[in-house]
Structures are given as C-alpha cells and as structure tokens.
C-alpha cells in the first residue's frame, strides 16, 4: 500500500467530524479503487437473512486469524444496491492479498469474506453473484420466520424506516411492494425502499429464496445455519462452518442475538403469522432435508 493510502485510512479511522470521517472515506476508496487488481476478492460471503443473526457470526468469524472483512462495513451491499459501480468498486473495499498473507502469518492462508443481509433476499443478487463469483461460497442464517419478521418491524421502526404498528404493516406490506421487484429487475440502479425496509412476511419465505440460490449455485457452495442451532450451540455450530469453508478450527467468544427490546407479538398476530409460513415452512424442510428448529 502506498504512503497516500495509508494516511487516507489513517484520517479515516480517526475519530472526528462525521463529514470529515465520509472525506476521508472518500478518499481512501479512490485509492483503493485504483488499487483494485491487488485486492483479493472475498471466499464466502453472508448472504442474510436479515434479522437472523449474521450480525453476531460476523462478528464471531472477524476474530478468526485467517479471515480478513471489508474495510468499513461488515457489507459492501455491491450485489444488490451497488452493482452499476462496477467490479473495481467492489475490490476496492478489500484488503491488499500481500499485506492480508502478512496479516495472516502462520494461521494459515487468507480468506476475505463480506456480508449482506440483503443479498437472499434481493432478485437479482444471485444472478449477479453467479456471474462474477462462481466460486465463492455463501453462508445463510435462518430464524423462526414469525420472529424475524416481528424483529424486523421493530428494527425499522427504531431506525425510523417505519411508522406503522406491526398488524398494520402487516395488512400493508403486498401494496407496499407490488411491483417493486420488477422495477428492481428493469433498472440496476433503482433502490427500493418499500422492498428493503417494509417486507416482514416476504423475507421470512426462505424457500423460494434458497431455490434462487441453488438456480446460480450447487448446493455444495451454500452452507445454511439455524439461527436457534446456532445461539444454543454456537461451538459445534462454528467448526461445522469453519469446515465448510476450510479454515482451522478457532474458538470464538460466545455467541450473542443482537436483539432489540420491545413488548411482546400480539398472539393474533402471531397465529396469522404463523399459519402463513406453515407451507413455506414444509417447502423449506424439504428443500434442505431437515426439519427446523422452530416447526412444532
């Protein structure tokens, strides 16, 4: 790395200004940018689902001696929001394969690795990543949908993407998000904020999900997590996934739920929600071969 680089993410670390802190940001990337073909490219990547506990395994996986995360944030969110910058882009969030081997030492070889919340659930990241990342594998965490979607409400309501109680976002989420996937499909650039922030059942239908994912990749390359599995017993839980992704065993701290506080689901809605999942949840089942942890 160059010394105009590393003062660039010397400024950035820094505490200061928020609008200095996105100058300096700024900056570095344009370096990195130009620095992208020394980059490595991520091995796996965490591909959601949001509120599912990919949060804590990031965490939990950044500490591995082997494992080198972007530079700012535990997502570049490239396949699904930021695809029209283009390649460099993304390899410029990177870190550079030599100083990352040095990094590294003796554990072993690198691995770079990223996570999106996002990417599962957006039509078209899969495609995008089958294309330009045939090779990496994809990690994907899973939860009790009636709880991730009530988590999730609670999660935009507190980031103020959401003014509705949950019954009411509930009865308003098909309209919210009629047509938003197609408008997605049609334009590489168009955000969403409807299929982003609002989608509480949708997210939570994981079946059709995962079959997109297996459309642009072989079942070999994806390793799913049950995020129940993982928080009761997150060691055996780790070095099956360190297994597939072929790292030396380590011992992370313990496993965390980055939860939010609130009052409890309303039991009608709970039952509504409930009696919605229930095929998605059998399709599920058997799409993995297994029965899940929060199917009575």
């Not at 700024?26 to 796996?44: I, N």
């Not at 460099?88 to 996570?115: C, D, I, L, N, T």
């Not at 989420?173 to 299929?195: K, M, N, T, V, W």
């Not at 506080?261 to 071969?289: T, V």
Request: proline letters at 8%; aromatic letters at 12%; hydrophobic letters at 35%.
């Amino acid at each position: 790395m160059s010394q105009r680089a590393r003062e660039a993410a010397t400024r950035v670390r820094a505490a200061g200004p928020e609008p200095l802190t996105r100058l300096g940001r700024r900056a570095y990337a344009r370096v990195s940018e130009a620095t992208a073909g020394l980059r490595m490219e991520p091995s796996f990547i965490l591909i959601g689902a949001q509120r599912c506990g990919t949060t804590s395994l990031f965490r939990a996986l950044t500490a591995h001696p082997q494992l080198v995360p972007p530079t700012f944030h535990k997502g570049v969110n490239y396949f699904d929001l930021n695809y029209y910058r283009g390649p460099q882009w993304y390899r410029s969030h990177f870190p550079v394969a030599e100083f990352a081997r040095r990094r590294a030492g003796r554990h072993g070889p690198p691995a770079a690795f990223e996570a999106s919340g996002y990417y599962l659930y957006h039509p078209q990241a899969m495609e995008r990543l089958g294309h330009d990342l045939p090779a990496v594998k994809l990690v994907a965490m899973l939860r009790d949908p009636v709880e991730r979607a009530f988590s999730a409400h609670k999660h935009e309501l507190a980031r103020g993407y959401e003014r509705e109680d949950f019954e009411r976002a509930l009865e308003l989420e098909d309209e919210r998000l009629a047509g938003e996937a197609e408008r997605i499909r049609a334009d590489p650039a168009y955000q969403s904020f409807a299929h982003r922030h609002h989608s509480y059942r949708h997210r939570g239908q994981y079946a059709e999900q995962l079959e997109r994912v297996y459309e642009f990749f072989p079942r070999a390359q994806v390793h799913v997590i049950d995020s129940a599995d993982y928080f009761s017993q997150p060691a055996p839980e780790f070095r099956r996934l360190l297994a597939f992704l072929g790292l030396r065993p380590f011992e992370p701290a313990c496993a965390t739920a980055n939860a939010r506080p609130g009052p409890p689901m309303d039991e009608r809605c709970r039952r509504m929600l409930e009696e919605h999942f229930l095929p998605h949840d059998e399709r599920l089942a058997k799409l993995l071969g297994r029965q899940l942890s929060w199917v009575r």
